[in-house]
């Protein structure tokens, strides 16, 4: 499996399960902690964030399978209220996805964000950074779906609500490799 198929989703949760199980096994058969094997211990506490997806528009149904809501259920408050909830939980860094409806018009295929489905993220990121106040580390992924082009003009559009970071934000394969796409990304 290669692209989208190959590095998210059921593949990579097999293959990290069994990596994580052959490190667990590895230790007690020689008596020290994992930590020992990779080298030593680095610190003793791990920040955590809180991965909200995209609040209650997106859920898991039983067999455990994405069930996406319908486009009115990507609203900024819907955001909001979701981001109040973690925080209030006690996570001080949260990420939400940006996979909208909004993203598929006119072409689900070419990446390219419409100005309406910019304005429509940037009221997102505005309405969660207006709920959770500058303390709280924020993040978006945008899980592969942008052209380099969209990505930047949704980085440059969203610079003013200090980021955490913006994740995933082209495809691995954009433009024939990811970092030559980054590198046109971080470009002033």
């Known amino acids: 499996m290669s692209g989208h198929g ?5 593949v990579v949760t097999a293959a990290s399960g069994i990596e994580i199980a052959l490190w667990d096994a590895a230790g007690k058969i ?19 964030s809180c991965d909200c997806h995209a609040g209650e528009a ?4 039983d067999s455990g399978f994405t069930e996406y809501a319908d486009a009115e ?27 909208m ?4 018009e006119p072409d689900p295929y070419n990446g390219r964000l419409t100005n309406a489905a910019l304005d429509e993220k940037v009221a997102v990121v505005d309405a969660v950074r207006d709920a959770i106040g500058d303390e709280i580390d924020l993040a978006f992924d945008c899980h592969w779906d942008y052209t380099v082009e969209s990505a930047t003009r949704l980085a440059r ?18 433009t024939g490799h ?5 590198g046109e990304l971080r470009r002033p």
């Open 30 to 48: 020689l008596g020290v902690p994992v930590y020992q094997l990779l080298g030593s211990r680095y610190r003793d506490r791990v920040r955590i």
């Open 6 to 10: 190959g590095t998210t989703g059921k």
């Open 73 to 99: 259920a990507y609203t900024p408050d819907a955001y909001a209220a979701e981001a109040e909830r973690v925080v209030d939980m006690g996570f001080d860094a949260i990420k939400f996805d940006f996979d």
């Open 58 to 61: 997106y859920s898991v149904d």
């Open 157 to 174: 559009k969203l610079e003013p609500y200090d980021l955490l970071r913006l994740e995933d934000v082209v495809p691995p394969r954009e």
């Open 101 to 104: 409806e909004s993203d598929n």
């Open 178 to 182: 990811s970092v030559k796409s980054l």
